[in-house]
């Protein structure tokens, strides 16, 4: 197995493209049914309907767009967004595989601040698991303004995952986050906090990992969290209306469903 140091997140996310597991896309790694399960619970808090255009932003392994397709929105009217012509590729393959129905460039290259979508084009905007990896308050803002913009007027927009605490600081780090980067440190920390059966899980995974060859990606600790009242500010100077936030649906280790501790999700109006 090869361990790569990736510069920064878009990096990170570029070298998992290459990954021979779909899901290794989306940041849960060995984790399919919490990455199904996030996305059918993003497809009911969107109250998804057959004509509804909509725009996953930082699509992942095109989870959502499959629960999309699943739940009878015309091919035409979905559009992915990935930030590496590496993952778009891959994506877009992945899933005309399966769906042959959909345009060859259902997912497109873009960034959450500069999407390639047209102004007020889309019903229902979703960017989930990805604000957490943007570098400061700069970008957020950014990223909120070009949401607002894509999204008609009346239009949904979720955004999920945003940490309300610095996740790389607490002593107990969520699924998922690489912040530790000493092997060690990781194994035990993952040890007090999860128990034996996470720490034989992963070790699992790292020896196919090695038999297979894979590249291990260690990603750069995540920065940015938000305090709700700040982020609900942010977002309306975007013209974005809160309408309500809870708490980011996840699995615990025997996938039973859970609420994660430190994230949430929100849902605003367009205005
Ligand atoms: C943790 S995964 C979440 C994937 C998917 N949204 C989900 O919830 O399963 C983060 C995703 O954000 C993408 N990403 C990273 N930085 C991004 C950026 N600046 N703009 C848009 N997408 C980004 C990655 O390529 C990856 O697809």
């Known amino acids: 197995m090869t361990l790569y140091r990736a510069k920064d997140f878009i990096d990170a996310y570029r070298v998992r493209a290459m990954s021979p597991d779909i899901n290794d896309l989306s940041g849960r790694d060995g984790r399919p049914d919490i990455t199904s399960h996030v996305a059918s619970r993003l497809a009911d808090e969107l109250e998804l309907c057959q004509k509804d255009v909509i725009a996953d932003i930082g699509c992942g392994d095109g989870a959502l767009l499959k629960v999309a397709l699943e739940r009878g929105l015309l ?44 102004s007020d084009s889309v019903d229902k905007s979703v960017c ?11 970008a957020v803002k950014a990223s909120l303004n070009e949401i607002a913009r894509i999204t008609r007027k009346g239009g949904m927009v979720l955004v999920g995952e945003v940490p309300d605490v610095a996740e790389a600081e607490i002593t107990n780090p969520v699924p998922g986050n690489t912040a530790h980067r000493s092997a060690i440190g990781r194994a035990l920390q993952v040890f007090s906090d999860k128990g034996t059966g996470e720490v034989v899980r992963r070790l699992k995974n790292r020896l196919v990992a090695t038999i297979e060859r894979r590249v291990h990606v260690l990603s750069p600790p995540t920065t940015y969290w938000t305090s709700p009242q700040d982020f609900i500010e942010i977002a309306d100077s975007s013209g974005l209306r809160f309408l309500r936030m809870y708490r980011s649906p996840t699995l615990t280790m025997t996938a039973e469903p859970a609420e994660n501790e430190t994230r949430w999700n929100y849902l605003f109006l367009r205005m």
């Not at 967004?81 to 993952?87: R, S």
């Not at 590729?89 to 047209?118: C, K, M, W, Y």
């Not at 989930?128 to 700069?138: R, T």
């Open 75 to 118: 091919p035409g009217n979905l559009i992915g967004v990935l930030p590496t012509i590496e993952e778009v590729r891959r994506v877009n393959l992945h899933l005309l595989r399966e769906f042959p129905q959909l345009r060859e460039d259902v997912v497109v290259l873009g960034v959450s601040d500069a999407t390639s979508i047209a």
């Open 128 to 138: 989930n698991g990805v604000f957490l990896l943007l570098p400061d308050v700069a």
